[in-house]
């Protein structure tokens, strides 16, 4: 089985500022992984995905991840936030069979102005 | 065209009282989920269908119970009511292991 730690339940960072959300993973076999957003009110929304190649992915927003294998991690950065930002980050991991996503507790990020 | 929808969008109804929640997919997946999430935004499994079979039963109490008409639907239906239910409830679909589509939420207030 795989499992996700978010490290960080609250991060407030100001707006334009480098922001950092930390996620780590645990899973004896090949992992996929997944960070998810959702807005005040709304449902999950897919960031981005590592499935394989680059371990530095893209995804909407600006947001991009890296992913470490080296130290399970894949944690999700934006050089620049906006006020926009502030919304809960979740982590997510499955294996390639992807019966099961097992989702961290989740980063509330907060934009300050 | 929304890809998973939920209905009801919100959801108010008195202890004891049964209510379904009805999810629909238009995306050709075959698994669908639903997941809880509480006040504190912990999602946490409940039940998950790959073409209309069951495959992952979390503990749930028997009061919730999901039906699979088809692989394009799954519905929740709950008996009995009780305060702590209260929770916004997702439904989710998939295909391998390429990330989930989720619904945009159904909020349940159990007064």
């Known amino acids: 089985a795989q499992s996700v730690t978010q490290l960080d339940s609250q991060v407030p960072v100001f707006e334009e500022a480098p922001v950092e959300l930390r996620c780590n993973y645990s899973s004896s076999v090949s992992v996929y992984l997944f960070w998810y957003v959702q807005y005040p009110n709304q449902g999950l929304q897919l960031l981005l995905k590592y499935l394989s190649g680059s371990t530095l992915v893209k995804g909407i927003n600006g947001f991009e991840a890296e992913f470490n294998k080296s130290q399970t991690s894949f944690h999700l950065r934006k050089p620049s936030v906006h006020i926009s930002d502030t919304a809960e980050y979740f982590c997510?991991?499955?294996?390639?069979?992807?019966?099961?996503?097992?989702f961290g507790t989740g980063t509330s990020l907060t934009v300050i102005p | 065209d929304t890809a998973v929808s939920q209905t009801p969008k919100y959801l108010v109804t008195q202890m004891g009282n049964d209510k379904s929640i009805k999810c629909e997919q238009n995306l050709g997946h075959d698994t669908m989920y639903w997941y809880k999430q509480d006040s504190k935004k912990f999602l946490k499994i409940m039940f998950s269908?790959?073409?209309?079979?069951?495959?992952i039963n979390e503990t749930v109490p028997n009061r919730f119970s999901p039906k699979s008409p088809d692989k394009a639907h799954l519905n929740l239906h709950i008996n009995s009511l009780e305060l702590g239910d209260s929770a916004v409830y997702f439904c989710a679909s998939s295909q391998g292991a390429a990330g989930y589509t989720f619904g945009s939420g159904t909020r349940l207030t159990v007064v």
């Open positions: 269908y790959n073409n209309k079979e069951l495959i």
């Open positions: 997510a991991v499955t294996s390639n069979t992807g019966n099961q996503f097992y």
